[in-house]
């Protein structure tokens, strides 16, 4: 099975500042967006230039670059695909993120030594759709956000891939972040990288008798998740790398939780279950830096 002997933060980055706050927290690795086929148009984002920067600084303080190309592909873009990525597999990326079959089976032939993760929005709910994206090619899985620890488990005794869950930030109110409300009432697409966030507006509730239940309410929009007190679960759930959500947020977001996570898998790694401890202050400080009302802990436990 993986060597499961080390653990990752993995942090997000939206802009060059947030990469080097991550870094500099301590992430092992930074997941971030080109100028194409992201998930986050709006988001800073990188040029060529900048992302080839960030490629050689991760590496030269032996961190790990992942690049995001995990939108749906029109047919004519897929010739643009190649030339895209090539640049960055030529400076050594070391994995791209992806959420669209097709792309996966060109950069798959293209670029036969370059490491693909299975995006959330794959929705791998099972060993069998794991056991699928492993036979294709696939080093890395991120299962949907809705499967609760002991089924990522269950993944984890059945399938040598790694698996990689998010831990922190940000949870869609659509199954596996894959979002047809945004593109119906938004008129943007969040499977294009454009999501129009209709999940965080205030909504009226109808009773069945079509009266107002409740009104101005935000029914949709979920807390963000914590799962920094549960993380000996999830490594005993089979997770190896734990996902920071927040390609929007600002560098202090990045640095605050990187560092965070970094103390604490540290700490773990160092003392083990009996061992592990979380500070109030530091649940404080990841919810100065932001949250929704409080957090969750997501669908580990449901």
Known sequence: MIDMGNREVLA?????ECFRAAINAGADAVYLGGSMFGARAFAGNFEEAELIKAIRTAHLYGRKVYLTVNTLLRNDELEKLVQYVKPYYEEGLDAVIVQDYGVFAVLREAFPGLDLHASTQMTITGKYGAQLLKDMGAARV???RELSAKEIRDIYD???VEIESFVHGALCYCYSGQCLLSSMLG???GNRGRCAQPCRLAYSVLDENHKTY??????LSLKDMCGIEDLEQLYEA?????KIEGRMKSPEYVAGVSYAYRKY???????GRDGYRVEEQDIRQLMDLYNRGGFCKGYYYA
């Open 265 to 271: 898998v540290d700490m773990y790694l160092e003392k």
């Open 158 to 160: 059945n399938v040598d």
């Open 142 to 144: 991120v299962p949907a």
């Open 238 to 242: 089979g997770v190896y790398s734990l």
């Open 12 to 16: 997000p980055a939206g802009t060059y």
């Open 187 to 189: 008129g943007r697409s």
């Open 214 to 219: 409740e009104k101005d309410s935000y029914v």
